[in-house]
């Protein structure tokens, strides 16, 4: 019984601690983000898309596609700008943990189990460049697919750091109705050496 009552202590305790740190972690990485429209950017971006690749009539569908391009720099000039200023954020405060579950004080523990967001938010900030810059050639179609990719996978190392990397996962099955690793085959092979290279599989 008196070790029922422990392990129970013991289980409220790490849930309290878990969710403390959580806490921080979305407060440190909202006080950036705020200043900015990045997710009502990717928001325009993504419905924008959906519309130019649903039109049927060529000469609207390249104004849409025109419009799209104005909407991508803003986004890179924001996410930069973004990167940027978070980069000054202490190490400390920036590890993330390369286990699929939230585990409290993970970071100081095991820090060789864990990666720098700063560094992933830097790999997203270059894929997401060279996707809205069209470096590759794509058609229309293939850049808008590719640059979403790039978006959903920042999106998903972001609700990695806040809350873990199962959660992360799940969210982007619900939201966006992307596994994971479809995310990691569809963003470009530059991301996907880096980011694998970071973070691991």
Known sequence: MELLVLLTLLAIGGYMIKSREQGRRIALL????????????????????????????PERQAQIWHMLDAAELTLCEQFNRFVAEFSLVDEAQTRVSRLALAIPWVDRLLPDGTFDLRQALRIHAEGIDQAAQNSRHLTQKSKAFTLSAELFLMQHTCHWFCRSKTVASARMLMRHKTPYAQLLESVSPETRQAYDALVGR
Do not use: C, F, P
Not at 34 to 57: F, P
């Open 30 to 57: 909202g006080s950036y983000l705020g200043k900015y429209q990045i997710e009502k950017l990717m928001e325009s971006l993504t419905d924008g898309y959906l519309r130019a690749l649903s039109e049927v009539d």
